[in-house]
């Protein structure tokens, strides 16, 4: 592991001062924001939901695609994690650019640790993870991810959990990392090699108990309780293809776009037209819900009675909503052309949806299932709600 | 029902404009700040919890001992119930209040509805549950909670509910009440008459589909499955006492202090020195939990690992922490004088504890048990963090 300051000739940090003449922000809240990627410019919007406006609009953010986000834990920046190894500090009171400097080569998300003093990237290219000071983005640490056959991995499904620490996977090596950062001059890893092959995505439940990474090499899941690490990692869901041949795969399915509503986990089923539902209590399969095509996301509605689901192409207009009581189809839905990604807002009013190809955001009841506005995006992704802050596992 | 305008007269709204020669406050986001309610004096105290400090106090608030909060959507505002019956809107980006009535005789807590536009207050006296605009905290509905017996009764247990509405209990009356508030103009109440005696305070769970009201009047809890009003009110734990004489009750346990971790519920048993944990699925006794005292609070770190525990005089001094795998006291901490209330930051980094006859706010670290920071205030009691914003049932 290389220290701090090490690692600084490779991450070249550029910061910006507030423009000269600019007169104080209207005071507001942040709680109702939602940051909106426009992946093709390179910038995120800005966005609330109180009367469901775009405030401004933030550039220079590099390559957008597949672009996320977490979130300062007063809800004034964010972190944007772009896939050239950007990583850009916006604030989101303010709307500017505040730092921004390019960590790797390649990079898959990130997450921002417990105590919102630590961001953690996770690298293809390099491979490995790299943290970050929230407040300067210096660098602070550096682990590279060298699995048990010697050779740097990269790395997937990082998120951090509820003692503070990060877990992540390594897609060549096969493997699950804990790491402990209580004392960062003294890191600890704790590793689960051998826990299946080619794990893609990982994510935490919304407690940070269960670490679940999803295998593209095999059928199946690995399950680790970050209670009893002790206990290592766990096969679960294995053989839910029993030998079926599997559709072709148009779209990874992002596991951190699983639903967890009562005691059923939701997941999008790799190159397949289902959505499993788990049983919290014995990780067994306890439904699959048939949908009209290989679904991307599965968003649960905040009350947990509903589910929204995006498809990859070529059903990416649709969204099917789940009734999770009756593990059913309730409704299907053409909202608009690419629809990429989809955020309730955390009690439930509204969702929004981004249409890439209408450039723009769509704003619905998600009850009624009506449109309440439309707002103009250029080539939307992403979308993220502030209130993200506030959830383990971001 | 008594609609918009026929309640100004009784509702004297009192507006706070901005001072003259203020200067633009601090550009700040709204997503780590608490506000602890200062009892006897009157007042609120605006605080953060990433560098842990006291940003400033706003005066004026009249009486709040029993005082509660919810917040805005945005973060940006508190709405304080003061046992008063007044209701004031705090600015906590300006830190001043901004406009303050007072709406009943006696009160006992409110709720914002889900899409915050409405402020709702529970009144003992007159019985009812009156509607506010949170812009402007004009009346907008007042709702006599004249039960099946043809009397006016108390109101207690106010929450919001997943669909928009709110739910509460008549203590008196021995009713739940479910109301609608789609048409402002034609609210829709549901009642559930008959389902025990002396519904003392009631709440819902998390995801907003169990509302759950204790009795005072004999032993057990009624249970309303939002999701399904059809299959109406059930009464589950009866016979929890089991004939056992309770104690006498020092403080009535608050159910707005209780938890729920993985697929238990947590609830302070009345007049025992026991916490109670309940199967979600089952709706039965999962576990009795000793403790020292008469649980008042109980508090579920927000990983659900743990739960802390405060306890009625003569042991409001002492704090226990439950395993909650386990359903065993874990430690007992003594933080100091007349604990009143306590907070979690929303990812579990910081617990917040008003020490009242201490003057001050105690901030520890839950994991370690070690005090971070002391933070005067005046004979503090509640303390509310603004992630609730966010929450269903707030």
Chains 1, 2 share one sequence.
């Not at 939901?49 to 401004?56: K, P, V």
């Not at 689960?192 to 940070?208: I, M, Q, R």
């Not at 199946?220 to 839910?240: F, T």
């Not at 049983?279 to 509903?306: K, M, T, Y």
């Amino acid at each position: 592991m290389r220290r701090r300051g090490l690692l600084a000739t490779s991450a070249a940090l550029a910061t910006f001062p507030r423009p000269a003449g600019a007169g104080c922000p209207e005071p507001r809240g942040t709680g109702d924001l939602l940051v909106v990627v426009e992946r093709a410019r390179g910038s995120v919007l800005v966005a609330e939901s109180t009367r469901r406006t775009i405030l401004g609009r933030i550039e220079g953010l590099g390559d957008l695609s597949h672009a996320s986000m977490v979130f300062s834990r007063d809800a004034r920046y964010a972190f944007v994690f772009g896939r050239d190894g950007g990583l850009s500090k916006v604030d989101l009171v303010e709307r500017r650019l505040r730092a921004r400097i390019v960590q790797a080569g390649n990079a898959i998300g990130g997450a921002i640790g417990r105590d919102g003093r630590i961001v953690a990237v996770a690298n293809y290219e390099p491979g490995g993870v790299r943290l970050f000071d929230a407040e300067s983005l210096d660098p602070l640490l550096e682990i590279p991810a060298i699995g048990a056959d010697g050779r740097r991995s990269k790395v997937v499904g990082l998120v951090d959990t509820a003692d503070g620490g990060f877990a992540f996977a390594l897609f060549d090596a096969g493997e699950i990392w804990l790491l402990d950062v209580t004392d960062l001059a003294e890191p600890r890893i704790t590793r689960f090699a051998g826990v299946g092959s080619l794990p893609y995505d990982g994510n935490v439940t919304a407690d940070g108990r269960f670490y679940l990474a999803g295998l593209f090499g095999e059928d199946g899941v690995v399950l680790v309780d970050l209670w009893h690490p002790e206990a290592g990692a766990r096969r679960i869901l294995d053989g839910y293809g029993r030998g079926e041949a599997p559709l072709p795969v148009y779209k990874m399915p992002h596991l951190e776009g699983w639903g967890t509503a009562g005691e059923h986990l939701f997941l999008p089923a790799v190159g397949r037209h289902e959505v499993l539902a788990v049983d919290r209590r014995s990780w067994r399969e306890a439904a699959r819900i048939p949908v009209l095509g290989q679904p991307v996301f599965v968003v649960v509605r905040p009350d947990g009675r509903e589910a929204w689901v995006s498809f990859a192409h070529p059903d990416n207009g649709k969204i099917q909503i789940l009734d999770l009581e009756r593990f059913a189809v309730a409704a299907t839905l053409s909202p608009g052309r690419a629809i990429l990604h989809l955020e309730f807002t955390p009690r439930g009013d509204q969702v929004w949806l981004s249409a890439r190809d209408d450039d723009r955001v769509i704003v619905m009841d998600p009850r009624r299932r009506e449109v309440l506005a439309h707002l103009p995006a250029e080539k939307p992704s992403g979308i993220f709600s502030t209130a993200r802050a506030h959830r383990i596992g971001s």
